[in-house]
């Protein structure tokens, strides 16, 4: 069953950082644009980085230069380096393809960023 499988986060304190993990099972990922997403609460789902298969990377506004996308797809996982933490970057974060597909949302990792 292809899936794809979040860890990484957790509580940090403002200004710190965490390296979120995305392990994709099934090589049809290695071909495709891959996105990191996050929900917090009461709001939708929104895009915060993508990775095309060139290794191309994108970022929402809201990022500011403080994260950074990368993918190994000789072991088929992708990444999102976050630094300088904002309580407002709290939200559980998901990894998909770009654009998303619905069967294969995860459970997710939980980033809380707060003192």
């Known amino acids: 069953q292809v899936q794809l499988v979040e860890s990484g986060g957790g509580l940090v304190q403002p200004g710190g950082s965490l390296r979120l993990s995305c392990a994709t099972s099934?090589?049809?990922?290695?071909?495709?644009?891959m996105g990191w997403y996050r929900q917090a609460p009461g709001n939708q789902r929104e895009l915060v980085a993508w990775i095309t298969p060139g290794s191309h990377e994108n970022y929402a506004n809201f990022v500011e230069g403080r994260f950074t996308i990368s993918r190994d797809d000789a072991n088929n996982m992708v990444y999102l380096q976050m630094s300088s933490l904002r309580p407002e970057d709290t939200a559980v974060y998901y990894c998909?393809?770009?654009?998303?597909?619905?069967?294969?949302w995860g459970q997710g990792t939980q980033v809380t960023v707060s003192s």
């Open positions: 998909n393809l770009l654009p998303w597909r619905a069967e294969y």
């Open positions: 099934g090589s049809m990922f290695r071909f495709a644009a």
